[in-house]
């Protein structure tokens, strides 16, 4: 298993904020990037020595404040979470040494912000919600803890030392030094660069594809339009986010030429309520922006092995749209139009991306125009330029509800006939099936109660890869045929789980995965193999 890039703090993500012991050893860093996903606090330890990872503390709560004790290694953190009607949280107590854990529930309350007075007093600041729904405030109360020796304190003395005396307090905001959003950033990077490495803040992987020379594509919510990384980890060029564009799905879609000579790439204008994208071509050969299409409305893309693809009228605006979508636009590898399809309603909920198909797949809305566009019953369409044809329902099952979303796919044909393998989910699971083309029915399927955030076929058709995110981060191998499970394993690396957002299958049993983390994973299944053994890093 290969890390790109291979640089320090890979496990990071996005950090918040940060602090130093008081002997220099340790480095805490409140950072998103967790495998439970959203709503969870997270705090990552690291040996100023070597940067080497130390642990990993995942919290109930989002991470308010944290704060190293003036001459122990010792770090208290402060977590809250609810809404402003009502507020809970924790005081955590974390020895570095012996990774050991002290954790007091507050109930009712968040912890805000704390303070070591001194070597012996920690300051708590407590908030709490006034119930009142037509104009909710908080109120705050604080209480000191003191003690002479910090260390293997329990849980139930650090609750019972909290709760005493809760007093009203008045809390200056102004006074207290607000969060520098560069700090965290300059800090690592200064850490890095005592070792002689670079560091910087790299944004959650949204897209990434493997061309046939082992080169990868990369896109980023938040980062970079387009980046191209040699097969051994090296970047040779990146195009960035225009520095006119306000949003962060730029470049959350892209189609890749059959030659692979190119990318079009979007780029989201207007404001919320009125997106249009422009849909830019660059050269794979060193990112040169070679042809630039505009349209009125913000554009899903998608594709076929032939060369068509389709800029459809995605939807994707705040709030909804009030006018008939605009017709989808099938254009040819350089961007010449060849026609216009009538696709319909659509929205988030309508992502279908099929990989390596031969043919124009859409999710299309049937309903009256009094249904919600969530809640019309979706059917996988085939498209060419002279239209659109209805192939089978998404749903196979009664019992899946009406909330059904699309999500990733790749199509396949192999002995048991052609099919697309896709994800569908509900409100509380997502299903991986493989559908038979094109009647739709059912070859086989799997529930996972986490989402599955990327799909890909191995170059010989004989396995189906799918990686499962937030809540597994898990790496699926099946047999593409019968749906056999031949291999899973969590994404972990050198003591972290990574959590996977995309996967592209490259040549020669290469398999990259992009990350929340903002890393790719590039690792190998068992080519041409059918057991479960072999092909991946040991760690996966």
């Given at each position: ?21 008081a ?35 995942v ?22 979470g ?37 070597a ?18 908080l ?6 803890v003191?003690?002479?020796?910090w ?6 003395v650090?609750?019972?030392?909290v ?10 905001w102004g006074s ?6 560069d ?18 803040r ?21 980062g970079?339009l ?8 090296v ?36 404001d ?23 349209y009125?409305?913000p ?14 009228d ?7 749209p ?7 636009v ?7 139009r060849?026609?216009t ?15 390596r198909?031969?043919?124009?797949f859409f ?8 249904v919600?566009?969530?809640l ?14 209805r ?7 009664d ?9 990733p ?8 006939g ?27 399927a ?16 004989g ?8 809540g597994?981060?898990?790496?699926l ?10 291999r ?29 983390e ?18 991946a890093?040991?760690s996966?």
């Amino acid at each position: 298993m290969h890390l790109i890039p291979d640089d320090p703090f890979p496990e990071i993500g996005h950090p918040y904020t940060t602090d130093v012991s008081a002997d220099g050893r340790w480095i805490a860093v409140n950072c998103s990037g967790g495998r439970d996903g959203l709503g969870r606090g997270r705090v990552v330890v690291y040996r100023a020595g070597d940067l080497v990872l130390w642990d990993e503390i995942v919290l109930e709560h989002s991470i308010e404040h944290l704060t190293f004790h003036p001459v122990l290694p010792l770090l208290a953190v402060g977590t809250e979470g609810g809404d402003e009607f009502e507020l809970r949280g924790g005081l955590h107590l974390y020895e570095v040494e012996t990774r050991r854990r002290s954790d007091v529930v507050v109930a009712g309350r968040g912890v805000t912000y704390l303070r070591w007075r001194d070597a012996r007093h920690l300051e708590v600041t407590f908030a709490r919600s006034v119930t009142d729904f037509d104009d909710p405030v908080l109120t705050y109360t604080r209480s000191v803890v003191g003690r002479d020796d910090w260390r293997g304190l329990t849980a139930d003395v650090l609750a019972t030392q909290v709760s005493w005396p809760q007093v009203p307090a008045e809390v200056d905001w102004g006074s207290i030094e607000g969060p520098d959003l560069d700090q965290p950033r300059r800090c690592l990077a200064g850490f890095a660069a005592e070792k002689g490495r670079a560091w910087a803040r790299r944004a959650g992987t949204s897209l990434v594809e493997v061309l046939g020379d082992g080169r990868m594509l990369v896109s980023a919510e938040g980062g970079a339009l387009v980046e191209c990384w040699s097969p051994d980890g090296v970047l040779q060029w990146a195009v960035p986010v225009p520095d006119d564009s306000p949003f962060l799905r730029n470049g959350c879609r892209w189609y890749v030429t059959p030659d692979e000579e190119s990318v079009w790439a979007t780029v989201l204008e207007g404001d919320s309520a009125n997106r249009r994208t422009l849909v830019r071509r660059f050269a794979l050969a060193d990112g040169a922006q070679l042809a630039e299409l505009r349209y009125d409305f913000p554009v899903a893309i998608a594709s076929r092995t032939d060369g068509a693809w389709v800029a459809r009228d995605s939807r994707e605006l705040f709030p909804g749209p009030r006018w008939p979508p605009y017709e989808s636009v099938v254009l040819t590898p350089s961007g010449r139009r060849l026609a216009t399809l009538a696709l319909g309603e659509c929205g988030s909920s309508f992502d279908f991306p099929v990989r390596r198909s031969p043919h124009l797949f859409f999710l299309y809305g049937v309903g009256g125009a009094d249904v919600r566009v969530e809640l019309l019953e979706k059917w996988v369409v085939r498209a060419d330029p002279g239209g659109t044809e209805r192939l089978f329902p998404l749903a196979w099952d009664d019992s899946l509800g009406p909330f059904l979303r699309g999500g990733p796919a790749v199509y396949v044909d192999d002995e048991a006939g052609p099919g697309i393998v896709h994800t569908c989910t509900v409100r509380d699971a997502t299903h991986l099936v493989r559908r038979a083309y094109p009647g739709g029915a059912v070859v086989w399927a799997h529930r996972f109660d986490a989402q599955v955030t990327g799909v890909d076929v191995d170059a010989h058709g004989g396995f189906v890869h799918a990686v499962l995110g937030a809540g597994a981060c898990e790496l699926l191998t099946l047999r593409a045929a019968d749906g056999t499970v031949v291999r899973r394993g969590t994404l972990t690396h050198d003591g972290h789980v990574y959590t996977p957002t995309c996967l592209s299958a490259g040549p020669e049993g290469v398999l990259v995965i992009g990350t929340v983390e903002g890393r790719l994973i590039r690792t190998s299944y068992p080519a041409g193999r059918s057991d479960a053994s072999g092909g991946a890093d040991s760690s996966s």
